[in-house]
């Protein structure tokens, strides 16, 4: 017979932490350091409580925030409950593949003289169908290339190449699109170049300069959209992201003082559970810095591995979600701040499965919803800080979510 112990949550918590140390799952620094990751300012054990009913999306939307996901034309096309799930939840979707020259099992660009859009076409219909922006991700990237492409394009013939893309690319879908990661991950600074610039075949053929182009091409081809530069390691409290951070800002006022038509930064905030160097303050100066060149800011790939958290998973979830709402209650004190996009909805599809598998072969626990579609303390985080961010433009401000008061805490 189960003996029925009344322990607190905080005891429970407390005692998984301790448990693993017993077992030599972990190490007293580490539980240490993960024990305090779970405590709010206070020291107080944080139980992730939030006001029930509204979605994501709602939230946000209440306080003139977006909250979408990233998400692939083969989950949302054959799976009725993971969509229905989706379009409940978001307010923007973003192809995880499908705008790729060539990533998965699609291929945007099957030659260079084609473009095969069934499956972004599709997707464009899925958020027009369903009332979700659009974002594209990504018109210039040194990754997802097609096939051909290290075989084909060289000095001669990189410049029009290019230019082609972003306009066919961008002019098909002109009026549809909330946005536009223009340029992906431009910076690398142990490429060492004094400007930072990531060594890609786009700088080898056509020098600094391919990335205003860029921009400029994609604001002709679309004047509506919102153009960001996309970068990921800007988010911790340590010498190479302090580092990148301040490459990127060069970058962003490089190409702010020629004019370039860039309206803001996306932050990719893959983030680190077991990553303890978080300095709020630090990543609000940036993003402060960055607003001040004119700029709005996004979070778009928003994720937290946790690869080297511990197997429990009741721990594992705490941590998970204790990141989420550290790093989005710095993020969104910044008035530029317009939305947070989440690297997928679910478990079940999540990248990380394959970019960051655990040791232990567990499944991967990283975005607000579980394997099952169901509702994590993740999901719980996200919701708070979007409960908690200040109001941005009034004019944006949908009503305002009125909580029964009837405080739900996530089991
Ligand atoms: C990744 C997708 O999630 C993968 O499924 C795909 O195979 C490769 O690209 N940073 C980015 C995204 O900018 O484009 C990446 O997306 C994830 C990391």
Not at 127 to 133: I, K, P, Q, S, Y
Request: proline content about 4%; overall charge neutral.
């Amino acid at each position: 017979m189960h003996k029925t112990c009344f322990i607190t949550r905080r005891r429970a918590l407390w005692l998984g932490l301790g448990a693993l140390v017993t077992a030599g799952d972990l190490t007293r620094d580490m539980a240490k350091c993960l024990s305090q990751k779970i405590q709010d300012m206070d020291g107080q054990e944080r139980d992730f409580k939030v006001a029930r009913g509204a979605s994501l999306k709602e939230r946000a939307a209440a306080k003139g925030l977006i909250y979408g996901a990233a998400s692939r034309y083969d989950d949302l096309s054959s799976n009725a409950e993971f969509a229905d799930r989706f379009v409940e939840e978001c307010g923007l979707l973003v192809p995880e593949w499908e705008f790729k020259w060539s990533a998965g099992n699609k291929l945007l660009r099957p030659t260079p003289d084609s473009f095969n859009f069934t499956a972004a076409d599709w997707m464009a219909k899925f958020a027009r169908n369903h009332n979700l922006l659009l974002q594209g991700q990504t018109l210039v990237w040194h990754e997802s290339l097609p096939p051909w492409f290290e075989d084909t394009v060289n000095r001669k013939n990189a410049e029009q190449l290019l230019v082609k893309h972003i306009e066919t690319v961008a002019g098909s879908y002109t009026g549809q699109m909330h946005s536009w990661a223009v340029v992906n991950e431009a910076i690398k600074l142990s490429d060492r170049r004094s400007d930072g610039l990531r060594k890609t075949p786009w700088l080898e053929f056509l020098g600094p300069d391919y990335i205003e182009l860029a921009f400029r091409v994609a604001a002709s081809a679309d004047p509506q959209a919102l153009l960001f530069y996309n970068d990921f390691g800007l988010d911790y409290d340590t010498p190479a992201d302090e580092a990148k951070r301040t490459a990127v800002l060069r970058l962003l006022e490089r190409l702010k003082s020629r004019g370039t038509p860039v309206h803001a930064l996306g932050l990719q905030a893959h983030l680190s559970g077991d990553e303890s160097r978080f300095n709020a303050r630090k990543l609000r100066n940036f993003l402060h810095d960055v607003a001040s060149l004119g700029l709005k800011i996004l979070v778009t790939e928003l994720d937290v591995t946790d690869k080297n958290l511990p197997e429990n998973t009741g721990v594992r979830d705490r941590i998970v979600a204790a990141a989420y709402e550290d790093y989005l209650s710095a993020v969104l004190d910044e008035p530029a701040a317009i939305g947070v996009l989440t690297w997928g909805l679910s478990d079940r599809y999540t990248w990380l499965s394959e970019f960051a598998p655990r040791a232990d072969g567990a499944p991967v626990r990283s975005l607000p919803l579980d394997a099952e579609l169901k509702r994590k303390l993740a999901w719980n985080a996200l919701a708070r800080a979007f409960d908690r961010a200040p109001v941005r433009d009034a004019h944006l401000k949908v009503k305002e979510h009125k909580s029964d008061n009837k405080s739900d805490f996530f089991v």
